[in-house]
């Protein structure tokens, strides 16, 4: 008979509240094989733990439960608890009491009575258990980052500071991301350029970080330690070793059709480009949707001007395999497609543009060498209007938008309107807000320099309506301090848009089997306590891919993800999860069903001599390499004779725990 | 008194959530018939909230909303002002009993400044 | 016969470890409630659930059984919920074939931040099998309490 | 056929290509005929005719570990599909059978001549469409399409789908009628009909297991049902519910890798029609993934170890309504 101890805890009165925590263990006190059970506090604190290592060691325990909280928030330290009594970890199961049982019912007769059945079925289980012992796998000492924007540069930095090899992949041309992009920062207005540029050239000049731009990434395999990327380089049809960034090339492309994606689509570049002055890599690359020469086979100007001899027309695009410890996902994001809010006349106006777009109109490397101009006829704006919280906060059951707040506009329109209002006096600044939200260092006051000193007309309200009146914007919104509608004849009106993950994320997410949430945003390990780690280990969160975030924020999450990878990647083994397939050879039909459905590519075959009732001789069997079994259990499923089967969760433990909630 | 209209009996009608709103005033922004009215749109959805029942019933603004929807349709938090008022309307309309417009009013009450939509939205306001 | 006893409903939900179960916690961190009759059994991946599970619940007195795992797309181990989906589609079929009522059997996928979402289906199932009655067609009277 | 058959065996072994058969033998009436391994010297005792319903792949898996060089094997053009399967599933080394696909032209089931009123047969002879029992009391013509096996009304048709060499002529004896006709009956039924259906075909079961053990798909080396400890062993269904458990889980077993070779249903001694449960996995498959034929060559991936991102949710199976 197996000697098994349960501990319950009141957590508080988290749990004793709801279940009356003495008659539960009272209860399990006389379950078979139950030879210690009792009740206390906090049994995850040190004096609860210590009672659990004394009974381990006074009761001769072979089993624990500790019916508490979620097995996800402490099952990790009640295993501890026990080794450290000596009895093997994987001899405790966690009834959740809490989560699952004291938290949702409000009457303590059905909360105990639950909170039973689980330990009863905790106790089932454990009754099953087995020791396990984790193998060791060992970890590649390089990390990949996926986007070289400013999250993922710091990254990058920070991880190769530490001594590690850091590998960039960045989807466009050049590094640099949305922070290249803006004019200033806020609440500092240093300007961005000058803060971020030194960055990328540090990063372009590092020994241990090497940037592979203009590539995206195509498939992940393996596990944490272990994985390997196929990464696809497009074509730039420039040669990266040869290109010197002179150029020339770009000032000869007789094509001006293409849109200047860093401006926004604001103005337009030739085929053959530098996205901006500072890219890097300083190297050109070619649009083959507006190439002369890709598209007529004539042309070939850049080609012949190039001292360098750069241009390759016949490049091909090229895939790299390569094996990384730690992946980081810093894939960023981009503003809303504000065209599916016509009631601002996105659509209808030139004059009507998003945050983003205006950040470019300000800039001085910007389409107007940043004198603020109106896109439709180049004249100076005299009546702006900034409308705020266009497709955030917006229900779930609304025809569009998003549910969350994206927290950088407040900030930023105070920062465009400071800015205008300083370089153009006479121009009249208008922002029609829901809320303004300062939270953040030095950032109300900011807000509210912009409205004291700045002389910048807040009006707590909405637009309803913007129309297009000749050359100018008839704006229509509510101010619902006076109780008015309020009509501005605008000349500019600049759109708050949302923001949303990158479109790539969502492919990545799935490349690297990191859970999101509805929005697209990952999903980090913890909310709280692990904020820059994916549920899926080995990868790690950095910046807006996350969820909303602004510059400072996204430079600390980066330093943090590249302190946890840091931690990684500095282990000299990883321990693994004892809780993997196993196949009986006696059982083992050597069907290969099993392969079939491992994701991993866990399972092989070999001929082995076995010696059981049902055969004797040498037969087909399946193997699992248990470094690379994650113990899903799909093949325990697919075989027929129950050969395969999964440590920690046998079907004997699945079985058991049914048949004592069923009971 | 027994006959009193309840916030409830409000919310039944138009099955509306006036707690989803977030006092943006867009749909107040959006409102053409705002100067005419005593409330406005945001005010609508805060009185019904605010159990302020009677008084709305008691106001011209139930009366100058021309059913356009544009709050409805623009409301980030879809929380439908235009539906509230409808329902409020109703509310009176029940408990004047039958002494609602006919189509054959309309013609006398028609003026050249008059929107074409508050033509057709009288019609299915009023007519049975 | 026990005819005459009380029906305790008894419910088993198997939860996927990454997003159900998490699921679930955080239903329950919110303080979102659905009924006691419902007990969760963690497994790492849907893709676990061996149908003799499934039976075994239904003999044992279950009378209604629910998987919830990651949403298609999201499994932690990429895979694991399509082979799942359809293994379920399959046994469920074979079960209504066999005169049981498919309102018994369902699959639900809810992620680790859906917490309203699995209160949610806890409580429509629930209801679905409150109004479905006890379990009788794929009950083994031996092991009925009496 | 069977002289030209035994001849031509007889050759392949003289030529050294191997040195036994898997063929059928007489059984203890001439219309039993059961499954054999035969050396040259017993090649005498082999017999082909139209009581040859048995399948024979699945006792190859027993010989693999036994075969040196290679062995004959005598497969029908239905069988071959369950020898891919097998293949397939490695229970079978393809390089250590010599495959004589042989001809069929649909197996006669003696219980379908009983079931006319014919009584004490002695023998049968065939003569085109028409078949001729004779009797201790006398002869009586028959419509040979009257008294085909279940199964070989729903032919898989007349190619072998693997043969190193095929021997005899092969007709397609497929009434061209649904095969899942049966399964929509019952689909169309209300719950409680199906289940009333389901029990009184189920309660008949004594759990002989000669389903199970003439399945080429149910091959596993222990059984979960003879295992003590899967939890579900049972050697005799002892109520209800393990009568359904076990014709649950077998059919769920072999789902995606049943051929519908009907086997199960041919040697039931209760008459349970078995071949109704795979056949609903088969028609849910058809349905749901796409056509799939289990077997039809070797080293396919079946579809329940397979998926695709847009699979049907199972939610399917409620929504398809007929619940009651």
Redesign the interface.
């Known amino acids: 008979m197996q000697k098994i101890g349960v501990f319950v805890c009141w957590c508080g009165s988290n749990i004793a509240a709801t279940v009356d925590v003495k008659a539960v263990a009272n209860a399990m006190r006389s379950e078979p094989g139950v030879v210690y059970s009792t009740d206390y506090q906090y049994m995850c604190s040190e004096n609860g733990q210590n009672l659990i290592k004394d009974a381990i060691r006074d009761y001769k325990l072979d089993g624990v439960v500790v019916c508490s909280c979620?097995?996800?928030?402490h099952e990790a330290t009640f295993r501890k608890t026990a080794l450290s009594a000596g009895l093997n970890p994987y001899m405790v199961e966690i009834a959740?009491i809490?989560?699952?049982?004291s938290?949702?019912?409000?009457d303590m007769e059905?909360?105990t009575?639950?909170a039973m059945?689980?330990a009863r079925?905790a106790i089932a289980k454990v009754k099953k258990n087995a020791p396990l012992t984790a193998g060791t796998t060992p970890v590649t000492k390089r990390a990949l980052v996926i986007g070289g924007g400013i999250a993922g540069i710091q990254t990058a930095l920070d991880v190769a500071d530490a001594g590690y090899e850091v590998d960039i992949v960045e989807k466009s041309p050049t590094i640099g991301g949305r922070m290249a992009q803006l004019d200033k920062t806020f609440p500092t207005l240093d300007c961005s350029a000058c803060i971020l540029t030194p960055k990328m050239v540090e990063a372009n000049q590092h020994e241990n970080i090497h940037l592979i731009t203009y590539a995206e990434l195509e498939n992940v395999s393996g596990f944490v330690g272990n994985f390997t990327a196929r990464i696809k380089k497009k074509a730039r049809y420039v040669d990266e070793t040869k290109c010197t960034g002179c150029g020339i090339c770009t000032e000869k492309c007789p094509s001006r059709k293409g849109l200047n994606a860093f401006n926004m689509g604001l103005n337009t570049r030739g085929a053959v480009y530098i996205p901006f002055a500072q890219a890097i890599p300083n190297v050109a690359v070619i649009d083959t949707e507006n190439c002369l020469h890709f598209k007529t086979g004539k042309c070939g100007i850049c080609q012949k001007n190039c001292s360098a001899g750069a241009i390759n027309f016949e490049q091909k695009e090229e895939i790299l395999e390569r094996k990384y410890g730690a992946i980081i996902v810093a894939t960023g994001f981009r503003p809303i497609d504000a065209s599916a809010f016509d009631?601002y006349a996105y659509t209808q106006s030139k004059d009507v543009v998003t945050s983003l777009e205006l950040e470019r109109l300000m800039n001085a490397a910007g389409p107007t060498g940043g004198v603020l101009l109106r896109p439709s006829d180049g004249e100076h704006p005299k009546e702006i209007v900034f409308i705020q919280?266009v497709g955030s906060?917006?229900?779930k059951?609304?025809?569009k938008?998003k549910e969350y707040c994206s927290k950088i506009c407040c900030m930023y329109t105070a920062k465009h309107a400071m800015l205008i209002r300083e370089k153009y006096p006479d121009t009249n600044v208008h922002v029609?807000y829901?809320d303004v939200r300062t939270p953040g260092k030095n950032f109300d006051e900011f807000y509210r320099r912009a409205a004291e000193q700045y002389g910048v007309d807040y009006i707590?309200?909405?637009?309803?309506?913007v129309s297009v009146e000749g050359k100018k914007l008839h704006v229509?919104?509510?101010?619902?301090i006076s109780?008015e509608?309020?009509h501005i004849d605008a000349d500019l009106v600049v759109l708050a848009t949302a923001i949303e993950p990158d479109p790539t994320a969502r492919s990545i997410?799935?490349m690297l089997?990191a859970?999101?949430?509805?929005n697209d945003f990952f999903?980090e390990a913890h909310p709280k306590l692990r904020p820059v780690e994916s549920?899926?280990a080995g990868i790690f969160l950095s910046g807006v891919c996350q969820g909303p975030k602004d510059i400072p924020e996204t430079v600390a999450q980066a330093g943090a993800a590249a302190s946890k990878v840091i931690g990684l990647l500095s282990k000299k083994e990883l321990v693994g999860n004892p809780?993997v397939a196993h196949a009986n050879e006696?059982?083992?039909?050597?069907?290969?069903?099993c392969e079939?459905?491992c994701?991993?590519g866990a399972i092989t075959?070999e001929d082995k001599e076995v010696r059981?009732p049902?055969?004797r001789?040498?037969?087909?069997i399946a193997v699992v390499n248990e470094a690379i079994c994650?113990?899903?259990?799909?093949c325990?499923?697919?075989c027929?004779?129950?050969?395969m089967d999964?440590k920690g969760?046998s079907?004997?433990q699945?079985?058991e725990?049914?048949?004592a909630?069923?009971? | 008194m027994s006959d009193k209209i309840t916030k409830e009996e409000i919310l039944r009608i138009c099955n509306v959530q006036p707690k989803k709103c977030m006092k943006c005033g867009k749909c107040s922004g959006t409102c053409p018939a705002y100067d005419e009215m005593d409330y406005h749109p945001h005010q609508f959805v805060y009185m019904v909230e605010h159990g302020q029942i009677e008084k709305l019933m008691a106001s011209q603004s139930i009366y100058k909303c021309l059913s356009c929807f544009a709050c409805l349709e623009r409301c980030p938090r879809n929380v439908e002002p235009a539906k509230l008022i409808e329902a409020v309307r109703l509310a009176v309309i029940r408990q004047q009993g039958k002494n609602h417009m006919t189509e054959n009013d309309v013609p006398a009450l028609l003026d050249e400044e008059l929107p074409q939509q508050a033509i057709v939205s009288s019609m299915r306001k009023y007519k049975k | 016969m026990p005819m005459n006893q009380e029906w305790k409903p008894k419910i088993v939900a198997f939860c996927c470890n990454w997003c159900s179960y998490a699921g679930a916690d955080l239903a329950g961190s919110s303080r979102l409630s659905y009924p006691a009759d419902v007990k969760i059994i963690r497994i790492p991946c849907s893709c676990r659930l061996n149908p003799l599970f499934i039976l075994r619940a239904f003999q044992r007195g279950a009378d209604g059984v629910i998987l919830c795992g990651c949403h298609p797309g999201d499994c932690h181990y990429s895979t694991g919920n399509y082979y799942a989906r359809r293994r379920m589609t399959a046994l469920f079929g074979m079960l209504s074939y066999l005169g049981i009522d498919s309102r018994r059997t369902r699959v639900e996928w809810v992620s680790a931040a859906e917490g309203a979402k699995f209160a949610e289906t806890m409580n429509d199932f629930a209801k679905t099998i409150y109004a479905l009655g006890e379990n009788v067609k794929l009950e083994d009277l031996r092991c009925k309490e009496n | 056929m069977q002289r030209e058959l035994m001849e031509r065996i007889r050759a392949l072994m003289d030529k050294g290509v191997a040195d036994q058969v898997l063929a059928w033998k007489r059984g203890e009436f001439f219309y039993d005929t059961e499954p054999a391994i035969l050396t040259k010297d017993e090649l005498g005792e082999m017999v082909y005719d139209s009581f040859c319903g048995p399948n024979l792949s699945k006792y190859l898996i027993k010989e693999m570990p036994k075969i040196e060089n290679k062995i004959l094997a005598l497969i029908k053009p239905c069988d071959s599909y369950s020898l891919n399967q097998l293949i397939t599933e490695h229970r079978i080394d393809r390089d250590k059978v010599y495959v004589i696909g042989v001809g069929c032209k649909g197996k006669i089931d003696v219980d379908k001549i009983r079931a006319k009123g014919v009584s004490g047969i002695t023998g049968v002879d065939e003569n085109g469409d028409k078949i001729t029992v004779h009797t201790l009391y006398g002869d009586t013509t028959l419509d040979r399409k009257d008294v085909l096996l279940g199964k070989c009304l729903f032919c898989k048709g007349k190619e072998h789908r693997i043969a190193d060499e095929t021997v005899g002529e092969s007709e397609d004896t497929s009434e061209g009628s649904d095969r899942f006709e049966m399964v929509k009956k019952l689909e169309q039924m209300t719950p409680d009909e199906r289940f009333s259906f389901w029990r009184k075909e189920l309660s008949k079961c004594i759990r002989c297991n000669a389903c199970r053990n003439v399945c080429p798909a149910c091959s596993c080396v222990k059984c979960v049902f003879d295992n003590p400890n899967t939890g579900v062993q049972n050697k005799a269904a002892a109520n209800e519910f393990e009568e359904n458990l076990f014709h649950i889980i077998r059919a769920y077993h072999v789902a995606g890798r049943c051929t519908d070779c009907g086997e199960c249903s041919r040697v039931c001694p209760q008459g349970i029609p078995l071949h109704l449960l795979n056949r609903k996995f088969i028609s849910d498959i058809n349905e749901l993934y796409g056509t799939y034929q289990a077997g039809e060559c070797a080293g396919q991936r079946h579809p329940l170890i397979d998926y695709t991102q847009e699979d049907s949710e199972p939610s399917i199976v409620h929504e398809r309504g007929n619940n009651g």
């Open positions: 979620s097995p996800r928030m959740n809490r989560e699952q049982c938290w949702i019912h409000k059905e909360g009575q639950k059945v689980l079925a009631e919280c906060r917006c229900s059951d609304a025809a938008g029609f829901i707590k309200g909405m637009v309803g309506k229509q919104g509510s101010d619902l109780n509608q309020v997410g799935t089997t859970s999101m949430d509805t999903t549920p899926t809780c006696l059982l083992c039909n050597g069907c290969s069903q079939k459905v994701p991993y075959y059981g049902e055969f001789g040498t037969k087909r994650q113990g899903c259990g799909a325990t499923v697919t027929p004779s129950t050969a999964l969760f079907n004997n699945i079985m725990e049914v048949d909630i069923c009971r």
